[in-house]
């Protein structure tokens, strides 16, 4: 098992900067990836940003590309999600998943074998 607990999140205004973090214990040895996800009401779950385990490059969503960059501290178990040039169209609750290493794929789409945060809410005003 692994739990993961996201913070970070809050308001800004368009064109600012956001830092969320996610702070993960428990198997965290027995990871395929570790992803951002966010859904806005009414809309599906999408993938924003992913990390494989051993590859040094991430994957990101065409929408987030050049803004967002997700990175982890190894020794602290932590992921990071630096969010720059937020839009009014980020707005959603952003949440922390891990693949276990037993399930490959692309992990920019959710899957029903992720362990999940709880989420936390970002909100970007016009």
């Known amino acids: 098992q692994v739990q993961l607990v996201e913070s970070g999140g809050g308001s800004v205004q368009a064109g600012g900067s956001l830092r969320l973090s996610c702070a993960a214990s428990?198997?965290?040895?027995?990871?395929?990836?570790v992803a951002w996800f966010r859904q806005a009401p009414g809309k599906e779950r999408e993938g924003v940003a992913t990390?494989?385990?051993?590859?040094?490059?991430?994957d990101y969503a065409d929408s987030v590309k050049g803004r967002f960059t997700i990175s982890q501290d190894n020794g602290k178990n932590t992921l990071y999600l630096q969010m720059n040039g937020l839009k009014p169209e980020d707005t959603a609750m952003y949440y922390c998943?891990?693949?276990?290493?037993?399930?490959?794929?692309?992990?920019?789409?959710?899957?029903?074998?992720?362990?999940w945060g709880q989420g936390t809410q970002v909100t970007v005003s016009s």
């Open positions: 428990g198997y965290t040895y027995s990871i395929f990836c």
């Open positions: 990390i494989y385990t051993g590859d040094p490059i991430a």
């Open positions: 998943a891990a693949r276990p290493s037993q399930y490959a794929g692309n992990c920019l789409i959710p899957n029903i074998r992720n362990y």
